[in-house]
Structure formats: C-alpha cells, structure tokens
C-alpha cells in the first residue's frame, strides 16, 4: 500500500519511523533544529522517491541510507557555508565566520553522564564523515555491522574497519578529558 501512495501507509510510516530518522540525524548533526529540518526532508524525499523503492533491502535499510545521505548532504552544505563565511571574512566583509556549534548533549543520555557525553559528541562531530556515520549507526542507533554496512552501502569488515579507526581518532581526542580511560 505504501508504495501505491497511500496516505495512511505512509503516515503510520512516519509514526513509526519518525523518532529513528530523528536520532539518526541528530547523533549526526548535534542540532535540534537542524536534525528537525533534515528529518522533514527525509520523509518528503521518501514520499517522492517510496515508488522505485524495489524491496531488494528492507525498507528501514532503505530509510536509514535516505536519513543518512541527507544528514551528510546537510553536513557538507554546513562546511561550505563555514568556508564562504571565512573567505569573506578575509576580503574585509563584516561578517564574522561561523562559530564552533554549542554544546550538544543527545537526549537519550542520563543526566549524570551528560558531561561525558557531550565531551563524547565533541570529539564525533570531528571524525571523518564515514568514521561519523559508522560509530552514530553502530553506537548510538545500536546496529548491527551488517546493518550499518548495508546502510553504508559496504562491507562488514569495512564497518568494523571504520569503527576501530574511529575509536583511535577518539581515544587520541579524549584522552585529556578522560584521565582513567574510556
């Protein structure tokens, strides 16, 4: 029914759905507002695109390379515009360069770790943008290997690979903060 556009299909898809997409994106982009935004466009671009949607993966598969793909568009976009920024500012324009974002902290940490967790998400926000996309599937959403490799559209041992390089990019980052070790 889904993919013949009914309205009620993909309304109960959206209910069920809403709050993955949402903390797939928001591990991603440590933005309320934004993962907000990007989670909006991931349920247009699912309702314009569920018809060549050919069941080869399951469709949260699917979903999660659509949330994916959307939250790393979003990321590069946010890049550019911090590069535009600075440009101009070096040619004299006003405008200042973007800032750092604040201090981010998941909403599915417990409070008296929210300080270990926000230092955690610091240093996630500055991996490589694979390395970040493998440890918010694997960590935060809780996927397997095989499913963030076939989110990722890889290899068990690619994901495995990205995910130790990310916990040495992290332990070389955290280090300072986390005397006693991670």
């Known amino acids: 029914m889904l993919k013949e556009g009914d309205g009620r299909a993909f309304r109960q898809l959206v209910e069920d759905r809403q709050t993955m997409v949402?903390?797939?994106?928001?591990?991603?982009?440590?933005?309320?507002?934004?993962a907000e935004d990007v989670t909006q466009e991931v349920f247009?671009?699912?309702?314009?695109?569920?018809?060549?949607?050919?069941?080869?993966?399951?469709?949260?598969?699917?979903?999660?390379?659509?949330?994916v793909t959307?939250?790393?568009?979003?990321?590069?976009?946010?890049?550019?515009?911090?590069?535009?920024?600075f440009v101009m500012s070096l040619?004299?324009?006003?405008?200042?360069?973007?800032?750092?974002?604040?201090?981010?902290?998941h909403p599915g940490v417990k409070l008296d770790q929210r300080e270990n967790?926000?230092?955690?998400?610091?240093?996630?926000?500055?991996?490589p943008d694979n390395q970040k996309t493998a440890y918010t599937l694997h960590k935060v959403e809780g996927l397997s290997y095989?499913?963030?490799?076939?989110?990722?559209?890889?290899?068990?041992?690619a994901i495995e690979s990205l995910l130790h390089r990310a916990r040495l990019n992290l332990r070389k980052t955290l280090e300072n903060s986390f005397p006693d070790g991670l």
Request: aromatic share 10%.
């Open 22 to 34: 949402y903390n797939t994106v928001l591990g991603m982009l440590q933005q309320p507002e934004d």
């Open 91 to 105: 040619f004299g324009d006003a405008n200042e360069p973007l800032t750092d974002p604040p201090d981010f902290v």
């Open 146 to 157: 095989q499913e963030a490799a076939d989110v990722m559209g890889t290899t068990v041992s």
């Open 117 to 127: 967790a926000r230092l955690l998400f610091q240093a996630v926000a500055q991996l």
């Open 44 to 67: 247009l671009k699912v309702y314009e695109s569920i018809r060549q949607f050919r069941g080869e993966s399951a469709l949260s598969t699917w979903l999660y390379r659509i949330t």
């Open 70 to 85: 959307s939250a790393l568009e979003f990321l590069r976009k946010r890049r550019r515009k911090k590069r535009f920024a």
